[in-house]
C-alpha cells in the first residue's frame, strides 16, 4: 500500500504535468535581421534604445553613429527598427513575446568600456507585432 507521501507526490507531478501540457510552447521571438557594428570615432552625446518606424529617423540615427553609409535596407511600410547601442564590447538584443501582438526588446551589453561604440539594429515585422516596448505600432 502506498504511504500518504507518495500519494501526494504523484498528486503533484500529476498536476505539474497538466498545467506543463495545457500551455504550448511559443517560440522565442527572432528579428527578421540585424545589422550590427562598430564605429571607431567617439560619438557625442549619449545614444539611446529607441524604435525606428521610418527612413528619416532611420537616417538620423546612422548618421549620428557616424556611419558613412546604411548599415542595410528597411522596408519600412512592413517593417520597424530597433537600436541599441554600448561603448562595452558588445551588444545583443533579448526579446520577449508578451503575447497578444506585444514584444519586449531589451539590450545586454557588456561592461568593458572600450574606445568607439558598439551597435545593432534589430528589423521587426509590423504584421507580427502590434506594440514593441509597449509603442504602438500602426
Not at 532611420?58 to 553609409?69: Q, V
Not at 512592413?78 to 554600448?86: G, M, N
Not at 538584443?93 to 508578451?98: E, K, S
Amino acid at each position: 500500500m502506498a504511504s500518504y507521501t507518495e500519494v501526494l507526490l504523484g498528486i503533484v507531478f500529476f498536476g505539474a504535468a497538466i498545467s506543463m501540457a495545457e500551455e504550448p510552447a511559443r517560440p522565442e521571438p527572432q528579428p527578421l535581421r540585424e545589422f550590427r557594428g562598430t564605429t571607431t570615432d567617439e560619438v557625442a552625446g549619449p545614444i539611446p534604445e529607441e524604435l525606428i518606424q521610418d527612413q528619416v529617423t532611420y537616417e538620423r540615427a546612422w548618421e549620428k553613429l557616424g556611419l558613412k553609409e546604411n548599415p542595410g535596407k528597411v522596408d519600412f511600410k512592413h517593417e520597424v527598427l530597433f537600436l541599441a547601442t554600448t561603448r562595452g564590447s558588445r551588444v545583443n538584443l533579448r526579446l520577449r513575446d508578451d503575447g497578444e501582438g506585444r514584444l519586449q526588446v531589451m539590450a545586454m551589453a557588456t561592461r568593458d568600456i572600450r574606445p568607439g561604440l558598439r551597435y545593432v539594429f534589430g528589423v521587426f515585422s509590423r504584421k507580427d507585432w502590434k506594440h514593441i516596448n509597449e509603442t504602438p505600432l500602426p
